[in-house]
Structure formats: structure tokens, C-alpha cells
């Protein structure tokens, strides 16, 4: 099982920028997908961003592109969630995940079998 902490969540106006950061420890191992989800009050966690072991490969949501983007630091055992020209509608508790080596990277929720414990990001207008 591997453990997830994330961090780096706040308030911020619009056009704003956060850098969330997703601590992993346990049992990571090479080949580990890494993904972010968030979910807003009263609705379902949707994908936001998803990242391949080494890095190479990444995918973010439509509704993300271009404004967020998803790194890792192996080094580190860290993944981050860079957010740039934040909206309110970005507004959500943001959830980092971790996946077990795929040929495909997911961004299905149920593809992931572990998570954090999530953290607040509020956008005001």
C-alpha cells in the first residue's frame, strides 16, 4: 500500500497560481502512474491530471489544459500539480492517486488503489 499526503492547497483570487505537492511513501515501486482527481461540493471526483513513472507521458483534463501542469520528482517521492490562471470553478478538494504500472495511462477513478486524504483549493472571484 502506499501512502499519499497532499499538500499546498489554500484560497486564491482568479488568475491566480498554487503548486500543489503529493508526498508518497510506503510501498512505491518503479512504474508507479501518479494522478490527481478533485472534487467540488456536490459533485462526483473527476480526473485532472495523470503522470507515467519516468515522466515522459502525461495527461491532463480538457478543462485543465494548458493551465495545469503535472510533474514528479522520483528523487523525492513527490508529485506536484502546477495550477495556473486559476477559475472558480477550479474551486474543489484535490485528491492525489496512485496506480499500478499501465499501458495506458487512467483516468478512471477506479484504476487507482490508492490515495490521500485530499486538500482544500478555494478560488474566489
Known amino acids: 500500500q502506499v501512502q499519499l499526503v497532499e499538500s499546498g492547497g489554500g484560497l486564491v483570487q482568479a488568475g491566480g497560481s498554487l503548486r500543489l505537492s503529493c508526498a508518497a511513501s510506503g510501498r512505491t515501486s518503479s512504474g508507479v502512474i501518479m494522478g490527481w482527481f478533485r472534487q467540488a461540493s456536490g459533485k462526483e471526483r473527476e480526473f485532472v491530471a495523470t503522470i507515467t513513472w519516468s515522466g515522459a507521458a502525461t495527461a491532463v483534463a480538457g478543462s485543465v489544459k494548458g493551465r495545469f501542469t503535472i510533474s514528479r520528482d522520483n528523487a523525492k517521492n513527490t508529485v506536484y500539480l502546477q495550477m495556473d490562471n486559476l477559475k472558480p470553478e477550479d474551486t474543489a478538494v484535490y485528491y492525489c492517486?496512485?496506480?499500478?504500472?499501465?499501458?495506458?495511462?487512467?483516468?478512471?477513478?477506479?484504476?487507482?488503489?490508492?490515495w490521500g486524504q485530499g486538500t482544500q483549493v478555494t478560488v474566489s472571484s
Open positions: 492517486a496512485a496506480a499500478p504500472r499501465a499501458l495506458i495511462l487512467p483516468r478512471v477513478e477506479g484504476q487507482y488503489d490508492s
